[in-house]
């Protein structure tokens, strides 16, 4: 699934950059690209190591790890530096497939590594990976609606379930698939926060309604549950 990060910037910085870019120094983009992909790519790209490449790369960085969508539906431990390519002329990137492996200034790591040497960094988390998300979520969301729900969806919360659209009563503020939304029981206090399967306005359509019915109301079926428990996280 594809999803579409809007408004990274506004149409009068794109016009801008674009303009930086067209008067930049452009190179053979097989200087990033792999043994295999080198023989069907036929474009040019703004070298990594190009000023140009490394500011508007911090910038693009930068608007990034602010958009609220982009960090819940990517979860990122890392983001490296787009690369900026661009075709004229019937230039085209034929069928391949991304390389796995950068590269890195040490010599032959593949082989050194495939033979069993002891070559780089090992990390080892300490919390399973579930819990490390869900502390993931609770450090970063930034809440963009409520929904308001019953008395049983708030206990079906609070043993553990995802939220289904049945119990939920109302829906406040406008937000997208992917936002994160607070669970707010029916005396006022909140008691979840999560990443929202569908946006408002689907919200709304299917709330107080079984999840049997939203395919017949939608016109599809993205996910059974309003939140997934797996993306929710229980207040104190």
């Known amino acids: 699934m594809l999803i579409q990060i809007a408004e990274v910037f506004s149409a009068d910085e794109a016009a801008t950059l674009r303009q930086r870019l067209e008067a930049a120094d452009w190179v053979d983009g097989k200087v990033t690209a792999g043994h ?16 140009l490449a490394q500011e508007l790369g911090d910038l693009i960085l930068q608007r990034l790890s602010g958009n609220n969508l982009f960090m819940s539906a990517a979860l990122p ?34 082989l050194r590594l495939t033979a069993g040497e002891a070559l780089g960094t090992l990390l080892v ?3 399973p990976p579930l819990a490390a998300r869900k502390q993931w979520l609770a450090d970063h969301l930034q809440l963009a ?12 919360l609070k043993s ?7 119990g ?40 107080r309604k079984s999840t049997a019915d939203i395919e017949s109301i ?3 079926l993205d996910e059974p549950e309003m939140i997934h428990r797996d993306n929710l996280i229980l207040g104190d």
């Open 218 to 220: 939608l016109g599809y």
């Open 77 to 110: 431990r890392k983001i490296f530096p787009p690369l900026f390519n661009r075709y004229e002329g019937g230039e085209a990137f034929g069928y391949h497939v991304d390389n796995a492996v950068r590269g890195t200034h040490e010599a032959n790591p593949i």
């Open 168 to 207: 939920i009563v109302a829906i406040d503020g406008e937000f997208e698939r992917g936002a994160a939304v607070a669970c707010i029981a029916p005396d006022g206090h909140e008691v979840a926060r999560g990443l929202a399967n569908y946006g408002s306005g689907e919200a709304r359509l299917i709330a």
């Open 160 to 166: 553990g379930k995802s939220l289904l659209p049945v």
């Open 125 to 127: 988390a300490q919390t």
């Open 145 to 156: 609606g409520r929904l308001i729900l019953d008395d049983g969806a708030v206990q079906a």
């Open 36 to 51: 295999q992909s080198a023989a069907v790519k036929h474009n040019r790209q703004l070298s990594e190591r190009h000023p």
